[in-house]
């Protein structure tokens, strides 16, 4: 499958949009191989991550975030599960989804979802599969955002950064991080 075929469905070329969500998703999808490429043993799905990975973000466009161009009209922390309706709406097998769904953050739990009254599905949000792993833990390494995209990122800032959203986002991010010799 052919990843581009889909953005391009969704997304225009040579918009300010497209641009950053093609370079953050090329950028995520090279860190999700690199990541791979060290874990033979846990035999992760290499071409299920090069196609998953450039299509984690596909939902943006419907959220607002004028700093990278997205217009829409709900907040941009829906962008994962909106991202998993839409690739489920165009028949792709659910696996791809769930890496769009569950990538937000080091993932999401009900339970956070439901204390802090997030606008979300009252679910659990978190990956599960080591290629969903790969892709999340890769995510953090690059900012769609112009202010910070230029920023290499550590696993130390990152887990910082993620602290500042919950401490169990810092938390799984750092076992993954162990887990994957990072």
């Given at each position: 499958?052919?990843p581009?075929?889909?953005?391009n469905?969704?997304?225009?070329p040579g ?7 093609i370079?953050?998703s090329r950028i995520?999808?090279?860190k999700?191989l ?7 043993h846990l ?11 450039m ?8 959220t607002?975030a004028?700093s990278?161009?997205c217009?829409g009209?709900v ?7 909106l ?36 606008p979300l599905p009252?679910r659990?949000?978190v990956?599960?599969?080591i290629e969903?792993?790969?892709?999340c833990v890769a ?6 955002n112009?202010l ?5 990122m550590?696993?130390p800032?990152i887990i910082a950064e993620?602290e500042k ?5 810092a938390?799984?991010?750092s076992i993954w991080?162990?887990?994957f010799?990072?």
């Amino acid at each position: 499958m052919d990843p581009f075929t889909l953005i391009n469905k969704f997304y225009t070329p040579g918009t300010k949009l497209y641009q950053v969500l093609i370079e953050h998703s090329r950028i995520v999808t090279e860190k999700s191989l690199e990541i791979a490429d060290t874990l033979p043993h846990l035999k992760p799905d290499i071409e299920f991550i090069r196609t998953a990975a450039m299509l984690h973000d596909i939902g943006i466009f419907l959220t607002r975030a004028d700093s990278i161009g997205c217009r829409g009209t709900v907040p941009y922390i829906c962008h994962g599960y909106l991202g998993r309706n839409l690739l489920d709406e165009q028949g792709l097998p659910p696996e791809y989804g769930l890496v769009c769904e569950r990538h937000t953050g080091a993932g999401i739990t009900r339970e956070n979802i439901l204390v802090n009254k997030l606008p979300l599905p009252p679910r659990d949000m978190v990956p599960i599969s080591i290629e969903e792993k790969i892709i999340c833990v890769a995510d953090k390494y690059h900012s769609k955002n112009p202010l910070y995209a230029d920023k290499k990122m550590t696993p130390p800032q990152i887990i910082a950064e993620l602290e500042k959203i919950h401490p169990d986002h810092a938390k799984r991010f750092s076992i993954w991080a162990e887990e994957f010799n990072l």
